[in-house]
């Protein structure tokens, strides 16, 4: 009896030991869950990848949109600096449009008032009661006057609207203009001038100036816009003739 229970031992244990010699020769391993790892890791890796891409898709038309927007800013700032200077340059235009049209109108005024005052007879009448020491005493008594081209007084004068003002004093209408002055009264030799003659310079009918002579080879008359109204040697500035009218 005790012999087949140690063989059934024997025989068991020689079993256990089969079976572990097997195991032993089969060792196990955990390689099932491997192939979806490695297959995760790819998919995430591709995701990476594709997201990299797109981001640096996105920098790159961000960045162009960035350069694209700078260069129409650039273009807008000079554009809108183009579009001052023209109309800067249009305002001086017109400007300068609106100063010689008051120019011109101020010159076309002053060019009527002289025909109107110059469609008066050229003929001098003779004063019922002249005197030559009125017309030399209203004339100095303008001394120191404003020349301004084409006033009359009382201030200002130019040449013949103060030769014509000086006579008017005693009843002689003389014309509005130098040359028209020229040709009023008696003609007299330069040698020959007296006291209340009047001188011109010019030919005789297209005189281009005026004055009285007033003795001691001196005349008087309303010079220009730095001089005014003065006195003024013959000698300096000779006359090209003379007429007498009282």
């Known amino acids: 009896m005790r012999a087949g229970v140690a063989g059934?031992?024997?025989s068991t244990v020689a079993v256990a030991g089969a079976s572990a010699s097997a195991y032993a020769a089969e060792p196990v391993t955990q390689t099932l869950e491997l192939p979806t790892l490695t297959a995760d890791?790819?998919?995430?890796?591709?995701?990476?990848?594709a997201a990299t891409q797109l981001a640096a898709a996105n920098y790159e038309l961000q960045a162009e949109r960035d350069a694209a927007?700078?260069?129409?800013?650039?273009?807008?700032?000079k554009d809108l600096a183009e579009a001052k200077q023209k109309a800067e340059a249009k305002k001086k235009a017109e400007e300068a449009r609106r100063a010689a049209a008051e120019e011109a109108a101020s010159r076309a005024a002053e060019r009527t008032t002289l025909s109107a005052d110059t469609s008066t007879?050229?003929?001098?009448s003779a004063p019922a009661s002249g005197s030559v020491a009125t017309v030399v005493s209203f004339l100095q008594s303008q001394l120191g006057d404003a020349y301004v081209m084409g006033a009359s007084g009382p201030d200002a004068w130019d040449c013949s609207s103060l030769v014509q003002a000086a006579f008017k004093q005693v009843g002689v209408d003389l014309p509005r203009v130098s040359q028209d002055q020229s040709m009023a009264?008696?003609?007299?030799?330069?040698?020959d001038v007296q006291v209340g003659d009047i001188l011109y310079w010019g030919g005789k009918g297209s005189a281009y100036h005026v004055g009285v002579y007033v003795g001691n080879g001196?005349?008087?008359?309303?010079a220009?816009?730095?001089?005014?109204?003065?006195?003024?040697?013959?000698?300096?500035?000779?006359a090209s003739g003379a007429v007498r009218v009282l």
Not at 185 to 191: A, M, N
Not at 224 to 238: E, F, I, R, W
């Open 8 to 10: 059934g031992i024997i």
């Open 41 to 49: 890791l790819a998919a995430q890796v591709e995701q990476s990848a």
């Open 69 to 77: 927007a700078a260069e129409a800013a650039q273009e807008a700032k």
């Open 121 to 124: 007879s050229t003929s001098v």
């Open 185 to 191: 009264g008696t003609d007299v030799p330069l040698s």
């Open 218 to 222: 001196q005349y008087l008359d309303a």
């Open 224 to 238: 220009n816009p730095s001089k005014g109204v003065v006195v003024q040697d013959l000698s300096g500035y000779p």
